[in-house]
Nanobody, 125 residues
Framework: QVQLVESGGGSVQSGGSLRLSCAAS????????MGWFRQAPGKEREGVAT???????TYADSVKGRFTISQDNAKNTLYLQMNSLKPEDTAMYYC???????????????????WGQGTQVTVSS
């Protein structure tokens, strides 16, 4: 079992930055794959970024060069640093984890068994 709690969302203007955090209830070094996903109203949930146990990362094309995923195993926390935010980044952002799945370079929500409750990010133009 893994419980995940996100924080750090909010409202910013276009070009601004936010850092999302996801606190895990178990040691993050023992979780094979963690990731960030987002869902805008009326749209499907989409992958933003994942990080594997070996530190390998995968990003959606839409966020490459602007977002950075990282994790602090000492704090059992996953982060998403979001820079140069755009209005199209507006969505509910979810943290996800799976102790067994090895990421594999994919951004598929169906690969993850554990989810947080989400944190809202709103970017105004």
């Amino acid at each position: 079992q893994v419980q995940l709690v996100e924080s750090g969302g909010g409202s910013v203007q276009s070009g601004g930055s936010l850092r999302l955090s996801c606190a895990a209830s178990r040691y993050t070094y023992s979780i094979s794959c963690m990731g960030w996903f987002r869902q805008a109203p009326g749209k499907e949930r989409e992958g933003v970024a994942t990080i594997g146990h070996d530190g390998s990362t995968t990003y959606a094309d839409s966020v490459k060069g602007r977002f950075t995923i990282s994790q602090d195993n000492a704090k059992n926390t996953l982060y998403l640093q979001m820079n140069s935010l755009k209005p199209e980044d507006t969505a509910m952002y979810y943290c996800a984890a799976d102790p067994m799945w090895s990421c594999g370079g994919y951004l598929r929500p169906t690969d993850f068994g554990y989810w947080g409750q989400g944190t809202q990010v709103t970017v105004s133009s």
